[in-house]
């Protein structure tokens, strides 16, 4: 049993008290009509959607109690946040921990001691975020650095009719074959404040301004494949954060967003309010195999001075370029890093591989879930956790506090973003594990982690499959494979049957032609 505390700590964070903040989600399904299009079954919390955002300060410690009322496991993964010897809280399925039953409910102790800035949650099980089982988390800076009067945060995201597990289906198929992954029906563009959301989806959605007054945006890109390209008339933009790192403050005209990516902007209120300005939100068309007609790329929301004011001017992008190199971004206090100790190659293809189906790999290796989740692996298995086969064969472990080098070359057609941390809904992913003989000695997950393994079935020690012996695989998940081309012995035995074949039928002419047909008679 898990104390609930509802009083403010003890300690003091910059001169700021610490506060334990308690949150009860009942993860259930809803119903929801953001694009104006369809009203459709939704993943939302306490039986509304969108979930509910989460905002603290630096210091705070978040005791997020989740109860499970949908009738598919689940889990919730902090996207972006540290957990220092505490990462059985992370919420990665698979990696971190084993999935919440249905009907089941899971503790996460978030102490946000060490970061501040733009983050979220979301389903970190079968894709649930894409049916809208996410929510923005702010870390607020007591110490902020930026001076600014007011925030907002603003959420992007691509928008599917069908639910995932419908549109995973259909992609990982044997009927598509070229992989091309499912388009969305729409996209949209809402917005938060204060803990709360604010009115309306895209043109129906305002953020009212103030003349002269500084505000920083939030920008979080919560698609499943859309990328944005993102921009504001009549303002200038300067970006002051990225992903949760505070940057030097760089002016912008038009800057892209990746999925999962974050970022923050100020903009300063123009002193008139004879106008009301759009904000845009375009979908990179690259990111798609075919565009709809019906399908809107291009999605607007109202910056508002005034309710009757009209629109300023407008203008349209010709191509799509970020108006600054993002590789000049700096962070404002920087960490100077030295040569990597150990680089990792990591190619990644997108293929048919040999059961038909067009996956996703990362060295010729699909990524499958492992029966015990990577974490307590590297717990249980004694000084055989060194061994990277104890982990399966998508995974690296690493010596403590190394500086690693990931050497990432992508091999296919389309554009790629990547960032750190397990995405295995098409078999693209990559499990690291640091200095496990150390985390055996640091690392002690409260028993609840292992009773809910155990309430789903699943194994709580040994290898990957379960196994004491680190190459013991027997029973894992695996492949499927690249398809092997060339000479293979199948392929030389099926010639060989046709040219064998073949050449029977041909002597059989040949003995016909010289032997006749005999006399015919009717």
């Keep these: 049993m898990r104390l609930n505390i509802a009083f403010p700590l003890a300690t003091l964070v910059s001169g700021v008290l610490a506060d334990v903040r308690e949150i009860w989600w009942t993860v259930s399904y809803a119903q929801a009509n953001p694009d104006d299009l369809l009203d459709r079954r939704v993943i939302g919390v306490n039986g509304s959607w969108p979930i509910p955002p989460i905002e603290v300060n630096k210091g705070d410690t978040i005791l997020l109690h989740a109860t499970n009322a949908l009738d598919v496991p689940t889990g919730i993964h902090h ?287 699909t990524y499958n879930s492992p029966l015990v989740p990577s974490l307590l692996t590297a717990l249980s298995m004694g000084d055989q956790a060194t061994d990277v086969r104890a982990y399966g064969p998508s995974a690296s472990v690493l010596n403590y506090n190394q500086i690693v080098e990931l050497h990432v070359v992508n091999w296919d057609a389309g554009n790629h973003p990547l960032y750190v941390l397990p995405s295995p809904t098409s078999g693209l992913a990559w499990a690291m594990i640091e200095a496990p003989t150390l985390a055996q000695q640091w690392v002690k997950p409260p028993q609840y982690i292992y009773d809910q393994c155990q309430a789903g079935g699943f194994p709580t020690s040994g290898n990957a499959a379960g196994h004491i012996d680190a190459a013991d695989w027997r029973g894992l998940p695996l492949g499927p494979y690249p398809q092997v081309l060339g000479w293979t012995p199948r392929a030389i035995g099926a010639m060989f049957a046709c040219v064998f074949t073949a050449t029977l039928g041909m002597a059989t002419v040949v003995w016909y032609g010289f032997t006749g047909m005999g006399d015919i008679s009717v």
């Design 79 to 365: 996207h972006g946040m540290f957990f220092r010897n505490h990462s059985y809280f992370d919420g990665a399925v698979g990696v971190t921990q084993c999935p919440i039953p249905a009907n089941a409910s899971f503790t996460y102790e978030v102490d946000v001691q060490e970061q501040t800035g733009t983050y979220w949650v979301h389903g970190h099980f079968s894709g649930q975020y894409v049916d809208g089982f996410r929510a923005p988390v702010i870390i607020r800076n007591p110490q902020e650095p930026h001076k600014y009067d007011g925030e907002f945060t603003i959420i992007v995201a691509d928008w599917y009719h069908a639910e995932h597990p419908v549109n995973a289906a259909k992609f990982m198929s044997i009927a598509n074959p070229g992989g091309a992954e499912p388009v969305p029906e729409a996209a949209i563009m809402y917005f938060t404040q204060n803990g709360s959301y604010l009115p309306g989806f895209n043109e129906n959605a305002t953020l009212p301004f103030e003349p002269g007054k500084t505000y920083r945006l939030r920008v979080i890109n919560m698609s499943a494949l859309a990328m944005f390209w993102f921009y504001i008339e009549g303002h200038q933009m300067r970006v002051i954060e990225v992903d949760g790192t505070d940057i030097q403050e760089t002016p912008v005209d038009l800057q892209s967003i990746s999925v999962a990516q974050r970022y923050s902007f100020l903009v300063t209120a123009r002193n008139d309010t004879n106008n009301n300005w759009l904000i845009h939100a375009n979908m990179d068309p690259d990111m798609f195999d075919g565009i709809p007609d019906t399908l809107q790329m291009n999605i607007t929301s109202t910056i508002q001075y005034a309710p009757n004011a009209p629109l300023g001017d407008t203008h349209t992008v010709d191509a799509y370029a970020n108006s600054v190199d993002d590789h000049s971004f700096a962070p404002l206090t920087p960490e100077p890093i030295g040569p990597a100790d150990v680089s990792i190659p990591l190619n990644a293809f997108f293929d048919t591989y040999d059961n038909g189906v067009n996956r996703a790999a990362f060295e010729n290796i």
